[in-house]
């Protein structure tokens, strides 16, 4: 069947095609022979008529060639629940108000069109919160604004990890050392920077061995990579210079994802990547937009955008 599918995303122009997993997603619903169209989030309008819609471009031929990686044909008023089939989910965070605005609006339409990840999943599950669910499979961490209760965390842990609660891709993570040097420093920035509290956790040495990230489609395991810090660095993510290798669930890894994924197919959350370090401790759930097929594919000799699309095309019917 032939699936008339709008992407709102970040615009094309300037993408990463050869690890891009949207434009992945979009080579393989090209090949598929779906209709696709982009647009951008801004451009979203809800009627009087409780009528949701955007200013779209077709999309025509998807290729990884640069500088020539796609064609638009002309833009075009598209109403989002009656012209479209299927629409993924997959601009950038950081996850803000103008992020869960767009979830709010995009739920109107779920009578009528599949939301991929489902809106309002994704609005109750940013990545470090809705692991908090899983506890038990993750390192100590604290969430709070409070110099006072960090120190008072780093006499148990030693050396910690601050992280925002809701960045993304590596960015503004910083170790701090036992000896909490600049503690103060930092949490003035933090606290200047974002209105929520932070995420604390022990500073895990196996990062080193690498961070996997894992991709569950509907709730079951579809592969996975390892990525490793880049020297003299000791974030792994692939945006900020870590490297990729191929890699197996450990046990406990599997025991993971056997937990959550009946619970992430029941939220209606089909594309998930999950990341856990040293095979062990559980950090992030990723749902808002999730990255590493085009990875994972390269070193499995799999194609989980096909996958992707086989979840969704069932989901259809």
Known sequence: MTIKIAVQMDPMDG??????????????????????????VGTLNLDSNNRLSAWAHPVHDVQRVEGAHFRFGAPKRIDLGSDIDVVLMRQDPPFHVGYITATHLLERIESETLVVNNPASVRNAPEKVMVLDYRRFMPPTLITRSTDEIRDF????????VKPLHGNGGKAIFRVPAEGDNLGALLEVFNGTWPEPHMVQPFLPDVAKGDKRIVLIDGVVAGAINRRPSEGEFRSNLAVGGSAEAT???????????????????????????????????TEINVTSPTGIVAIDRFNGTDTA????????????
């Open 154 to 161: 780093q006499k148990i842990h030693g050396a910690v990890v």
């Open 248 to 282: 197996e669930l450990t046990p406990r890894e599997q025991e993971i994802c056997a937990a959550m994924g009946p619970r992430l197919k029941e939220l209606g959350l089909i594309f998930v990547g999950i990341d856990v370090i040293g095979g062990e401790w559980l």
């Open 15 to 40: 993408i990463n095609i050869h690890g891009d997993s949207s434009f992945a997603l979009m080579l393989s619903a090209q090949a598929r022979g779906h209709a696709i169209w982009h647009y951008d």
């Open 306 to 317: 096909g996958m992707i699309w086989d979840a969704i095309e069932t989901r259809l019917g």
